[in-house]
């Protein structure tokens, strides 16, 4: 158990509709990294969040967005869902670069697009 | 763009026999981190071991050690003692050691999966 928390664990949804997955940190961690991971594949970077802004992106476009909360929690918001964007949703907490570069992850959201 | 290749899709090992998995890399960057991260079928990516580039001592975590071979840009991970529990997923990282932006991000290879026969 890494102390990164996902919710939900499997969602499903239509094409078109809107998502939101949340992350909570491991304790004492204030960055907050988001991948998706495709069927078969290693997971890819979608951004990250350190105090509260976004600090880094990956190849996604802006429908996909995000929010890190004072208590560091996070959330990945999903806009208008696509079949593809069906994948396991991973979120990582650390500590900012220099301190400790290792990102711990939570168990994953399913999510399933229709 | 860094990427990482993992050219084992499938690997299997006898219990108790010893395994190695390959990953080799691409950067133009001199120091770097390299990680081993192992995802079970409950999903969640736990880590095994991280070797930072600068270090030339492979790192080592109990029944698991890495071959790092810089100039090769090989980062190969060896399972010794293998057990049924190691039977996963296992995806070689690569992250910069630059500070800012995406620099902070992991790029995973594609994963190999790892059966441990009885």
């Known amino acids: 158990e890494t102390g990164v928390t996902q919710s939900p664990t499997h969602l499903i949804k239509t094409r078109g509709q809107q998502v939101t997955l949340r992350c909570s940190s491991q304790?004492?961690?204030?960055?907050v990294s988001w991948y998706q991971q495709a069927l078969g594949q290693g997971p890819q970077f979608i951004f990250q969040?350190?105090?509260?802004?976004?600090?880094g992106r990956g190849n996604f476009p802006p429908r996909f967005s995000g929010l890190q909360f004072p208590n560091y929690s996070s959330e990945l918001n999903v806009n208008a869902l696509e079949l593809d964007d069906s994948a396991l949703y991973l979120c990582?907490?650390?500590?900012?670069?220099?301190?400790?570069?290792?990102?711990?992850f939570g168990p994953g959201t399913r999510l399933l697009v229709l | 763009a860094q990427t990482v290749t993992q050219s084992q899709p499938e690997m299997s090992v006898q219990e108790a026999e010893t395994v190695t998995l390959s990953c080799t890399y691409d950067?133009?960057?001199?120091?770097?981190?390299l990680f081993w991260y192992k995802q079970p079928p409950s999903r969640q990516m736990i880590l095994v071991i991280r070797?930072?580039?600068?270090?030339?001592q492979n790192a080592t975590e109990n029944r698991f050690s890495v071959n790092f071979q810089k100039a090769a840009k090989s980062f190969s991970l060896k399972i010794s003692d293998s057990q049924l529990g190691d039977a996963a997923m296992y995806f070689c990282a690569y992250r910069s050691a630059r500070s800012g932006g995406s620099n902070y991000k992991l790029t995973f290879g594609k994963g190999t999966l790892l059966t441990v026969n009885p």
């Open positions: 304790s004492g961690h204030n960055t």
């Open positions: 990582a907490s650390s500590l900012p670069s220099g301190a400790q570069e290792t990102q711990y």
């Open positions: 950067t133009s960057e001199s120091d770097y981190y």
């Open positions: 070797q930072e580039a600068y270090k030339q």
């Open positions: 969040y350190y105090r509260e802004e976004e600090n």
